[in-house]
Nanobody, 116 residues
Framework: QVQLVESGGGLVQAGGSLRLSCAAS????????MRWYRQAPGKERELVAGISGGGSTYYTDSVKGRFTIARDNAKNTLYLQMNSLKPEETAMYYC??????????WGQGTQVTVSS
């Protein structure tokens, strides 16, 4: 069983930056892909960014050029650098780990609040 623990959320003004971390209790090297999702109140959970074991990255259109996903296999940690944050990006942010097609493990989430 792998546990994922997110950190780094908080309150930031619009235009500010935050760096989220997701620490895994075990090796993340074995995971085919890792992702960041977010869910705002009353909305569905959405995929924000993903990174494969080989380092290929994916970003939803709204965050391209502002967010950067990275993984450090030696530290068993996934990161999400978020710049130029917008109020509409206020949400709970979750990391997820995948061996195959579906998500195998979820973190508990970290709250990001962007004030206008």
């Amino acid at each position: 069983q792998v546990q994922l623990v997110e950190s780094g959320g908080g309150l930031v003004q619009a235009g500010g930056s935050l760096r989220l971390s997701c620490a895994a209790s075990g090796s993340i090297f074995r995971f085919n892909a890792m992702r960041w999702y977010r869910q705002a109140p009353g909305k569905e959970r959405e995929l924000v960014a993903g990174i494969s074991g080989g380092g290929s990255t994916y970003y939803t259109d709204s965050v391209k050029g502002r967010f950067t996903i990275a993984r450090d296999n030696a530290k068993n940690t996934l990161y999400l650098q978020m710049n130029s944050l917008k109020p509409e990006e206020t949400a709970m942010y979750y990391c997820a780990a995948m061996r195959g097609v579906g998500v195998d493990y979820w973190g508990q989430g970290t709250q990001v609040t962007v004030s206008s």
